[in-house]
């Protein structure tokens, strides 16, 4: 069992008031707050190991190459990945996949077809978007349900000999909604496409593990799942990550150089041009750590907790409803109440010390989709608690009383 | 008519006289309430500030040496700040309105609807305002 109030010990941000009150933090879809450990991670890398990676003889050169590497072995471990060199570090979830997308605009012909889905945000649509405009190809979009569940019967008829690429997230941002990822890439691969599957959401919240789901993509952020921001990382397969043109040029993802020709380094360094972010790289696997020795079972049976508890404490509420009801669901509530502006309940929930989501959290086409101009989103950690969900009833309550 | 200035000075004047925050809100919403609706048919696409958060329409016209604005939003909380910002400046001469500064919403301690993410089309609107009023300017 998770011994909550020791955990949140270890995150200093959280003992601080805001606008008079004990914070309360229930935007962690959007980051999540960092452990000491995290912190300290980083200070120590500036104080006792900056140095450029990969490239210096010297003792500090190696030591940094020594941490960043152990780091892309966690990721691997943490993800279930073969080979170290299907790890590649990013900038974050969003660069992992416009690296992808960037990688098939070569790839694709103009009859070909690219397949998102409906409860994508738009780190998952707009790279797709510029990679159909530039080879031509067609973007289709997988529908929902009014549960916010995908439609796996209009998904199979959607894939075809032309489908390429099917980009889905893992679970959904807006809708809490947990995809099923490994019928979708098992239907995906019988129509020979590849899948790119987004974690930026699943990585804190549930295991991962690319060999089982067979996924050709899976793209983590660190900053989602205890770790700095910054960083992040892209799993692929080595055939695909080999087919791929470079995303960046530049240092580091060269093997020679002359103004004749340049060939390129293997990998993961064919995609890692430039000095990365070494101090996030280094702290990811300080979270990736951390949250392992919470145990990720553990995390999710409390975080399920959370997230009945806060479902029916809020259903009490005159006038609530639910905006994404799919019955497997992450710890992520979106909701409206009666006509209220989710912006003006954000605002007055903002002044009573809760700090929620308000507004189409970057998946326009969602709100669009259910016809509002946004939700309040109230996303969960494994540091939350009831006397927080608590907290949020009243405040919602409060905030209804001012509005209406 | 009172110059800018002064209703201004009207306006943090009134919001003195509440304590607290939770007081100042309830009048802006209350303002949000009363403010005039614009005209259906100048709630347009072209007429529309879009902010992250909520959504605003603005319309302006122009009568004698005046500019007039009429505005919507569909947040409370954003209506009742447009409120305000119709009541400084509509019915004032363009060239006022480019001139003026409209450090008042600070200053009756809404500072956050000032902030870039916060704004909500805020600043958008004030500049909108200006422009419109700009525009009207060089008509003359």
């Not at chain 1, 987004?198 to 793209?219: E, M, R, T």
Request: hydrophobic fraction near 40%.
């Amino acid at each position: 069992m998770l011994n909550v109030s020791k955990i949140r010990q270890q995150f200093p941000i959280l003992h601080q008031e805001v606008n008079g009150y004990p914070l309360v933090y229930l935007d962690n879809g959007a980051t999540t707050q960092k452990p000491k450990v995290v912190i300290d991670a980083i200070q120590r890398y500036y104080e006792m190991q900056n140095s450029n990676i990969h490239r210096g003889v010297h003792y500090l050169s190696q030591l940094a190459t020594d941490e960043y590497e152990a780091s892309r072995e966690t990721v691997r471990k943490h993800l279930n990945a073969d080979h170290l060199h299907e790890i590649i570090f990013t900038k974050g979830n969003t660069e992992a996949i416009n690296l992808v997308a960037n990688g098939f605009r070569a790839l694709l012909a103009s009859t070909d077809e690219v397949l998102v889905s409906a409860m994508e945000h738009h780190s998952n649509i707009v790279p797709w978007q510029m990679a159909c405009e530039s080879s031509g190809a067609s973007l289709k979009v997988i529908p929902m349900n009014s549960k916010g569940e995908l439609d796996m019967k209009a998904y199979e008829s959607l894939l075809s000999n032309n489908t390429k690429v099917v980009a889905v997230n893992h679970i959904s941002n807006a809708l809490g909604t947990i995809n099923p990822v490994k019928e979708i890439i098992q239907l995906a691969h019988q129509a020979s496409a590849a899948v790119l599957v987004d974690g930026a959401q699943s990585g804190p919240h549930s295991h991962i593990d690319v060999k089982d789901l067979d996924a050709d993509f899976y793209c983590i952020s660190g900053h989602k799942i205890y770790g700095p921001t910054g960083i992040g990382a892209l799993y692929g397969k080595e055939e695909w990550l080999n087919k791929l043109p470079p995303y960046q040029g530049g240092g580091e993802m060269i093997a020679t150089v002359s103004f004749k020709e340049t060939t390129y380094a293997t990998l993961p360094h064919k995609f890692e041009a430039g000095t990365p972010n070494i101090a996030g790289g280094i702290a990811l696997k300080t979270a990736i750590d951390w949250l392992n020795d919470i145990g990720l079972d553990n995390v999710m049976a409390y975080e399920n907790e959370l997230l009945e508890y806060a479902t029916q404490e809020l259903a009490k509420i005159e006038g609530m409803r639910f905006i994404g009801t799919a019955s497997n669901k992450a710890a992520v509530i979106s909701f409206l109440v009666g006509d209220i502006h989710p912006y003006d309940m954000g605002m007055i929930l903002d002044k009573l010390g809760i700090a929620v989501r308000t507004g189409h959290h970057c998946a326009q086409p969602v709100m669009d989709e259910f016809c509002i101009p946004g939700t309040i989103r109230a996303s969960f950690a494994v540091y939350n608690t009831k006397e927080e969900v608590d907290r949020l009833v009243e405040g919602v309550k409060k905030a209804q009383q001012m509005l209406s | 008519m009172a110059s800018i200035k002064e209703i201004q000075q009207d306006i943090i004047d009134e919001f003195d006289m509440f304590d607290e925050w939770m007081e100042k809100y309830e009048h802006i919403i209350d303002l949000g309430k009363s403010l005039p609706l614009i005209e259906d048919a100048h709630k347009t696409e072209d007429n529309l500030i879009k902010g992250c958060q909520s959504r605003v329409w603005l319309h302006a016209n122009k009568e004698d040496d005046k500019v007039v604005y009429t505005a919507d939003s569909d947040a409370i909380m954003t209506k009742g700040i447009i409120a305000l910002l119709v009541r400084t400046f509509s019915g004032q001469k363009a060239q006022d309105i480019v001139e003026a500064d409209t450090d008042f919403i600070n200053q009756i301690g809404l500072k956050e609807q000032l902030s870039p993410t916060r704004a909500n089309g805020l600043v958008s609107m004030v500049k909108q305002m200006k422009l419109y009023a700009l525009a009207f300017q060089s008509q003359n």
